[in-house]
């Protein structure tokens, strides 16, 4: 009698990790999904995975939980956002693009090897919330594509950064914001997410579209966090 009730708990948590899963990969079609209570606990998993001295990290701007994430491994975060990004009077539509030359230059100086991940924060929070582009999102895959590197999305808003290039790219403004999204997905290896801002209550993932450079990421998880499906992104 005593056990029923704990067992109908265990059903709804199953029940909520797989909601949660298909909610995430409508939008995010990664093959790995490992659910976290938030974003920081996601990048916890993944640098403590793929960081380490001697790596470097490049982004748009690290939020500061990133940013903590990465260099407590001995890893350095680089951020590499544009030129009007910190400029508080440029009118630049996208001021959370990342600076794709300064990237590619950065990557020469310290050497594909040392550069396991590069990330793009949409919508750049840290730089007060600016939007990144298609556009840039497309010419940094090319980049990592050229180098052999792994773009991976910081998706905290990516709802927001969804319509705003819908309302400001060329060509992207008769789009459903939910392909965009999914257009940004597309360019990515993976993703550290902070569900709590756009969709979702409280809670995050780690998304991998390989397990490289993930290789090790779910075993990882499993000591922090317990299961996959008894974890869960909330109660029910
Ligand atoms: C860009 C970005 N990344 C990561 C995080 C960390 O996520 P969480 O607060 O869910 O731990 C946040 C939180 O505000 C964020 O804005």
New binding site residues.
Partial sequence: MGRRPARRRVVRRVAVWYLFRDAVTELFPFRHIIPTH????A?KILFSVVGGPGKFVPNNTH?D??RANVESTGAEAVDLVIAEGRDPRSRHPFKGNLDVDALEAFVRRVGAENVPVVMV?VTN??GGGQPVSLANLRAVREVCTRYGLALFL?S??FAENAWFIREREEGQGDRDVADIVRDMAALADGM?M?A??DPWP?S?AVGLQRRRPGRGVPERAHPHRGLPHLRGPGRP
Wanted: hydrophobic letters at 15%.
């Fill in positions: 938030q974003g920081r606990a990048e939020f939980t990133t924060t929070n840290s910081d905290c808003r550290t902070s709590k801002k409280i995050g």
